[in-house]
């Protein structure tokens, strides 16, 4: 038998047990942002491009491509 909690469907106000000074600020540096799936068409002399230079520094040309859309957009 499934014992019922005792604050079931009620709402607590956790301001009634703590103070804004009880918390603390964290990281969590190893979080990624959300990503969202997208499609666009390139001219494959552009993506060949892309992927030869993303094979010579060694990292995923679509990683190389978000790298340079920021860039472009916040510099």
Known sequence: MKRKK??????INLADYYEPSDFISVSFPNLKPTSRSISIRLP????????EQANEINVPYQSLIKGYLKKAVFE
């Open 6 to 11: 005792e604050n079931s469907g009620q709402k």
């Open 44 to 51: 494959e002399y552009l993506i060949d491009r892309i992927k």
